[in-house]
């Protein structure tokens, strides 16, 4: 390093990025180390493959401290794929905890875009996985992730939560939620807030309401809760959810139907 730094240019600078790790530096916190301009020094990241610029944040991280993030990550992701067989993804939160609590919320970024572009993982604003990860239900477990399922089949729009499917099943929550989530990615269930809605009964209920409302006509909370005999605490949920997926738009009290 400090032949790097005696070497001047961009050696110089390439060896205080690198001496931060993945941390990296700030265009201005790399300038007063220099004495370059914020001019000069993007112009050296973007010509140069050893070292990443995060535009937005202007930060300078050496490629090799980014790939031994993402090996990181990759090695945490394996660990909780081992420990949690029936679950399919991971919180999205809890790796970056596990692997970059004490770096800069752009790096860990930047670490799970170049996973995702090199296609080891899967990832979205939630959730994460490896691509290779695949789950492998035993006939038990699958029988049991068939329960949940028929429990919130029969509930219909009046939707059980998830401590609701616990105390039904007798079943601690980490397994219960690890079926929910499979179920959730299969399709089968729908979130709506807090409660959970089989897919069957959500098709039956658009249906339903594209038959009795066409587009352009009102729909209250009232009318809703009469449409579908529901009481407030079902109707509010869902009337939020036809909003997120654009069947309705809000407008103060009332909805339209788009």
């Known amino acids: 390093m400090l032949k790097q730094l005696a070497a001047g240019g961009d050696q110089r600078r390439m060896a205080f990025v690198r001496r931060t790790g993945a941390t990296g530096l700030t265009l201005a916190e790399l300038a007063s180390l220099t004495g370059d301009s ?3 020094l993007e112009a050296f990241a973007r010509r140069t493959p050893e070292c990443v610029f995060l535009g937005p944040a ?14 990181n990550i990759t ?6 794929h081992r420990e949690r067989p029936r ?4 919180p999205r939160e809890e790796i970056r905890q596990r692997t970059a609590h004490d770096l800069p919320a752009e790096v860990f970024q930047q670490a799970v875009a170049q996973l995702v572009r090199e296609q080891r993982v899967f990832a979205d604003a939630r959730t994460m996985r490896l691509a290779s990860h695949q789950i492998q239900l035993s006939a038990a477990d699958t029988a049991l992730k068939q329960t949940v399922e028929q429990l919130c089949r029969q509930a219909g729009w009046h939707m ?3 401590p609701d499917l616990c105390r039904l099943t007798s079943r601690p929550e980490g397994h219960v939620l690890a079926d929910v989530q499979l179920l959730l990615t299969e399709g089968r269930l729908v979130r709506v807030g ?3 809605l089989h897919a069957e009964a959500a098709s039956e209920l658009l249906a339903r309401l594209r038959q009795a409302k066409t587009k352009g ?40 139907m788009a």
């Open 58 to 71: 202007r930060r300078l991280v050496a490629q090799t401290a980014l790939d031994q993030l993402c090996q």
């Open 38 to 40: 914020d001019a000069e």
């Open 87 to 90: 679950q399919p993804d991971l």
């Open 160 to 162: 059980p939560t998830l």
């Open 217 to 256: 006509e009102t729909l209250d909370v009232g009318a809703f809760k009469v449409l579908f005999d529901l009481p407030r605490k079902y109707a509010i949920p869902l009337l939020e959810w036809l909003d997120q997926t654009g069947v309705t738009r809000r407008y103060g009290n009332t909805r339209l």
């Open 194 to 196: 807090d409660f959970l």
């Open 75 to 80: 090695m945490t992701l394996e660990m909780l």
